[in-house]
């Protein structure tokens, strides 16, 4: 019986040392190893992990040298742990997002056993594929070549354009005079020395940091200064450029360098050094115009001699997709002469200049006054007496003709507020006129008088039938088309009905206005033409409200900030029949009112409406001057802000513009 006690126990024995065995035979090991392997390839961190070939620090050291100029960090996995005695193998998948790209390959690290640790087998191509040692990585962006923007009839607006790039070129420069170099460079340029000497600190080795981008050289900023900079460089190259560094800059925007605010809220999309749209048109497109770079992985080898070349090979690529091209309306020979008209400007100004019969943006020119913001489609000011072709409109709703008697009396008094015509208003229209006189010679007191007759809900229907405070589903542009509130009671009511109070135009929305009279009915006005190119997800909803550059967020004095939300189009449009009578009302004040002047511009006969808004608290009250006009298939509107008389300020610039436009 013990005898056999005795080899049971033995059979035992020899059983658990099998299974001790097994579970000793170090795979367990080897796992918690690629484990470790990964967590810290992914974390850029080798320092703490067993390695042979190499001792920790230095293979740590050789890690962040060869990963650090792709500025990323990589996602690792491993695949199963192949074992073979004291030595195994696992597969290990990278994956990295370098820009819009995304860099995957799998490479083999070989484990060893040394004792009761399992050791990573150290060497270059545990890293990269084909890296051998010395060699380092950074990745390089291929520009997409930007997509231009069009004017009427395909002209090139934006298109490519030759340009200089200044700046620090660091392989040309010692490190420790890369710092002085930058300073000097950002003198010569105008550009923040502390914020330009930062930048360059934190390029690597082997960049070129841009300071600024240049059309041409200037009396200031010479070749000869640039290169007398150590490593300075002037690179030529090309951009994407309008005609003229101001040429429709507040509506198109521009094109530089992205801001460290634009790389945050990308999401990935841009990284330092990429180009892309600022305020505009530009920005508002910025994914469609700005295509997909292409990106190049190289590695790189120390050069065998000082000074020589270094040797380099690229492991991994994506061609760049080329941006698509922009159409617009804008007339070019329009828009230039509306910005040389606005030149000499000094307040904020804009004419917008549009084709009535089919709603074509040909001009929308911001004055330099505008200081780079895009009055002609964001400014909000009241429209004084252009208005009144909306009071007209509502008017020949109840019934009246442009033959219809109104009264004109030299004042009227709303509710203890008294309301008078401007000064120097011709006797001979006061009293009881036609209403085409008193349109004609802008009679305040009379269209005043007409609000017991003319709700404010009538304005609001009569201002939407003409195409304004409407929304612009073709536009294809931010813009301001106008706010005329619904309700409103006695001087509310009574300011309304001359333009003030909290009726608000832009200049854009008075062209549109004019433009329907013209065209008979409603224009939807339209300034980019493949809009629908562009994913509505895609594009900046800000974008907007975004000056160019060295512009302001708002206009110096806009009677107001508009809350309305803009309605869908009339259901009681504007019909051939009244825009007659409209016309007939604007031909009137060229022929026997304040536009008189307009009758020697030549071809088809213009009509118009000047008007005269008052602002602000002073006494007498600042104003601001407007004159919208239509002259054959082209409706214009002119606004100065603080311009004083639309007659006498905004009417010789129409006037101007009108004859040279032909």
Known sequence: MGKL?????????????????????????????????????EALDVGQLAVQGKDAAAANDELKAVFQGLGAKPS?????????????????????????????????????????????????????????????????????????????????????????????????????????????????LGLDGEEYAKQVAASGPQAFVEGIVL??????????????????????????????????RALLGSVGQASAEQIEKSNGALRAGDSTGTGGLQQKYDSLLRGKDGVEVV?????????????????????????????????????????????????????????????AVLAAASGPGS????????GQYAPGSTFKIVDSLAMFRNGATPDSKVDCPPTVTVDGRTFKNAEGYPEGSLGSVALRDAFAHSCNTAFI??????????LESAATALGVAVEAPKLGADAFLGSVP???????????????????????????????????????????????????????????????????????????????TPSPASTNPITKEE???????MRAVVTSGHAGFLAQVPGAPVGAKTGTAEFGNEDPPKTHAWIVAVHGDLAVAVFVEDGGLGATTSGPLLKSFLTAAG
Request: proline share 5%; charged share 20%.
């Open 5 to 41: 006690r005795n080899l049971v126990l033995g059979l035992a024995a020899l059983m658990m040392a099998g299974s001790l065995t097994a579970c000793g035979d170090g795979r367990e090991g080897a796992e918690n190893a690629a484990k470790q392997l990964v967590s810290s390839l």
């Open 449 to 458: 008088n007409a609000r017991d007759t003319v709700t404010q809900a009538q």
């Open 371 to 378: 200081n780079g913001y895009n009055t002609a489609f964001l």
């Open 76 to 188: 690792v996995q491993s695949g199963e742990v192949k074992l073979d005695g004291d030595t195994a193998t696992v597969p290990l998948n990278y994956s990295w997002n370098i820009g819009s790209a995304q860099w995957e390959y799998s490479l083999e690290a070989s484990l060893k056993k040394d004792g009761d640790k399992w050791a990573v087998q150290w060497n270059p191509g545990l890293l990269a594929p084909e890296l051998t040692d010395g060699e380092t990585l950074s990745a390089k962006t291929v520009p997409a070549q930007r997509g231009g923007i069009l004017g009427a009839g395909d002209t090139p607006i934006v298109e490519d354009r030759p340009v200089f790039r200044v700046g620090i070129d660091k392989t040309k420069v010692s490190e420790d005079q890369s710092d002085a170099s930058a300073r000097a460079m950002a003198a010569l």
């Open 215 to 248: 059309r041409a050289y200037t009396a200031d900023i010479t070749e000869a200064k640039i290169k007398a900079i150590p490593g300075g460089a002037s690179i030529a190259d090309s951009m994407a450029l309008a005609p003229t560094r101001t040429f429709a």
């Open 486 to 564: 619904g309700e409103a009671e006695g001087t509310e009511h009574a300011a309304s009905m001359i333009g003030q109070g909290n009726v608000l135009f832009s200049p854009l929305a008075a062209a549109v206005m004019a433009a329907s009279v013209g065209n008979g009915a409603p224009v939807s006005p339209q300034l980019v033409l493949n809009a629908d190119a562009a994913d509505a997800e895609t594009r900046n909803p800000d974008a907007g409200a975004a000056p160019a550059e060295g512009g302001t967020a708002s206009p110096s004095s806009a009677s107001a900030t508009a809350t309305t």
């Open 299 to 359: 590695a790189t080898a120390k050069p065998a001699a000082e000074g020589g070349a270094a040797d380099t090979k690229v492991l991994f690529s994506t061609p760049a997709e080329a941006g698509t091209t922009l159409k617009t309306t804008l007339d070019l020979k329009l828009q230039q002469l509306a910005e040389e008209t606005l030149a000499n400007i000094e307040p904020a100004s804009a004419i917008v200049a549009l084709r009535p019969s089919t709603g």
């Open 579 to 585: 825009a007659a009578g409209l016309s007939d009302m």
